[in-house]
């Protein structure tokens, strides 16, 4: 009988084919696999009545390129040309939203650490149908949230502006971590035991009126992110960006996740420590409404942020 393959689409697109699901595989022996030397980004495309448009494509690409030339790679397409080949890939795929998963990575031909000095560098873009990161519950109400005994590591001796693979397992750790303990999310703190960001998200805070936001230097400054500060300005809140101890969040009015997978996404509970008075408060729900007007391209002053194929 012939292996049954659970396929989240069609095609995959790698190093300019489109894929069957099936065949879009790469050896045991990829050094990326082994050692954690991929790059990768994440982009949505949201269904709208004009058809699929991918939220702040532009924005995701280069950043997926900064990751590349961080590793000493390079590849051979430009952001637009990755924006062009996700529409056509999201088409092929019939699908009106989906999540979109660009990688690059090094195959079997090198073997040990040391790489060459030009590696040949292999892309691939992915795309699948998913939900709310963290369930329509989750989403709509608000998340559990543990502070994680696992912290990001000194950027002296990381790369924390680069979404790298092998950087993730450290998040993989402290999200296997919160889930054992019956918690929905992680949340890890710096080396100096400032909150960063959770196992994949960005963190914020809300205390009387104001909107509060670990400083770039341990995190991943993320497109989300950017969204809600700019959001934030659109709508006249106050915005700070500094450091934040657990116990700030723990008499905070509000905290809400941002990232593409979780979207924005309010936290309840953090430590078994109630989160203000209702999930989600008026501010983040504020936020998320116009967010999520801007992912459909319904908001004018940031219509710029989706593209239609």
């Known amino acids: 009988m012939a292996e049954t393959h659970i396929a989240d689409s069609q095609f995959l697109w790698m190093d300019g084919q489109f894929v069957p699901y099936a065949d879009a595989k790469i050896h045991v022996l990829s050094h990326s696999l082994h050692y954690g030397s991929a790059v990768f980004e994440g ?7 004009k058809g699929p448009a991918i939220f702040r494509p532009q924005e995701h690409f280069e950043r997926f390129l900064d990751s590349i030339r961080v590793m000493g790679y390079s590849i051979p397409y430009s952001a637009q040309d990755l924006t062009r080949i996700s529409h056509e890939l999201i088409i092929r795929n019939g699908f009106k939203a989906c999540y979109i998963r660009p990688v690059a990575y090094i195959d079997d031909s090198v073997r040990g650490l040391k790489l060459p000095k030009v590696p040949q560098v292999h892309t691939a873009i ?3 149908s998913w939900g709310k990161y963290m369930g329509d519950e989750g989403h709509l109400r608000g998340v559990k949230v543990k502070t994680s005994t696992f912290r990001r590591a000194d950027v002296s001796s990381s790369l924390p502006l680069a979404k790298i693979s092998g950087a993730y397992v450290t998040s993989v750790l402290a999200r296997r971590e919160a889930t054992l303990e019956g918690f929905d999310e992680a949340i890890l703190l710096d080396p100096h035991g400032f909150v960063a960001e959770g196992s994949g998200e960005n963190v914020f805070m809300v205390k009387k009126g104001e909107i509060i936001t670990p ?3 341990y995190l991943l400054p993320g497109i989300t992110r950017d969204c809600v500060i700019e959001i934030a300005k659109h709508l006249g809140l106050s915005l700070r960006q500094e450091n934040i101890t657990r116990n700030q969040l723990y008499v905070a009015d509000e905290v809400f996740f941002t990232g593409t997978a979780v979207e924005i996404t309010p936290v309840k509970e953090i430590d078994h420590h109630l ?3 209702e999930s989600p408060g008026p501010i983040t729900q504020k936020i998320k409404e116009t967010f999520f007007k801007c992912t459909l391209g319904q908001q004018d002053n ?3 942020w989706v593209s239609f194929g």
Request: net charge positive; aromatic share 16%.
């Open 302 to 304: 940031f219509k710029s």
């Open 43 to 49: 982009l949505r495309a949201y269904a709208t009545p």
């Open 275 to 277: 989160i203000g008075k």
């Open 126 to 128: 992915a795309v699948w």
């Open 215 to 217: 400083a770039v230097g």
